[in-house]
């Protein structure tokens, strides 16, 4: 195959699997992997243990002040990429559904997603990167070599999240997680700044019935189809 590194953007609804997908093809191709969800989910997870954000209300002007000290970098920890905020591992203290609602509400505020946007662009000028995320494949990268768009029915995603939650040792309930993807849904598609929408030449996932292996074939053959295309 030949070696010209591209830019692969995945992106979809929230618990579909998008990091999953990301991170192994990351790990095969020897690709850097970027979790733009985990960025937003800093901030949210800033936001709450700084009293910014409330469950009625989030204090836009403080937040304004403080986004662009937020320092998110992503290390390996053992065999695992971790998140940390201003040197501070939070890999599991922003993957709680209160964190991951946080996240959803800050990222439909202006500001917040234009400084994300802007650390994601750099992190990815050099290419040979895979990120995810909400809107890769129509803000941040839209000329992406690879756009995947990945998609599975609600309900799959809230047994997905359900499952990964109650896992952690979480007391979460079915009915509640279920609706919170539902909200993350539709605030992610309705919101004004950067919506979340398939990318005209995004390919589209479905993995409501596919297993891990079988969609991981599938990626890697649009890998390989668009390392051959780049170079055509």
């Not at 990351?26 to 949210?44: F, L, N, P, Q």
């Not at 398939?198 to 668009?226: C, G, H, P, T, Y």
């Amino acid at each position: 195959m030949p070696n010209k590194k591209i830019v692969v953007a995945i992106d979809g609804f929230s618990s579909c699997g998008k990091s999953t997908i990301a991170k192994r093809l990351a790990k095969e191709v020897g690709y850097i992997y970027v979790d733009t969800g985990a960025m937003y989910r800093a901030v949210g997870y800033f936001g709450i243990q700084n009293g910014i954000i409330t469950d009625n209300a989030i204090d836009g002007e403080r937040l304004r002040r403080e986004i662009g000290n937020l320092r998110i970098a992503f290390r390996n920890v053992g065999d695992e990429q971790h998140t940390f905020l201003n040197g501070v591992d939070v890999e599991h203290r922003i993957r709680t559904l209160e964190v991951g609602n946080a996240a959803s509400r800050v990222s439909t505020i202006d500001f917040v997603r234009q400084e994300m946007v802007r650390r994601q662009q750099e992190m990815g000028a050099a290419k040979g990167i895979v990120m995810d995320g909400r809107d890769i494949g129509t803000v941040v990268f839209p000329d992406a070599e690879l756009k995947i768009f990945v998609d599975a029915d609600a309900e799959v995603r809230a047994r997905r999240r359900y499952n990964e939650l109650t896992a952690r040792g979480e007391k979460v309930d079915y009915r509640s997680v279920l609706d919170n993807v539902v909200e993350r849904d539709y605030r992610d598609t309705h919101r004004k700044e950067s919506p979340l929408l398939r990318a005209q030449d995004a390919k589209l996932l479905d993995n409501s019935s596919f297993d891990i292996e079988l969609q991981q074939k599938v990626v890697m053959a649009w890998f390989e189809d668009a390392v051959r295309r780049s170079v055509s």
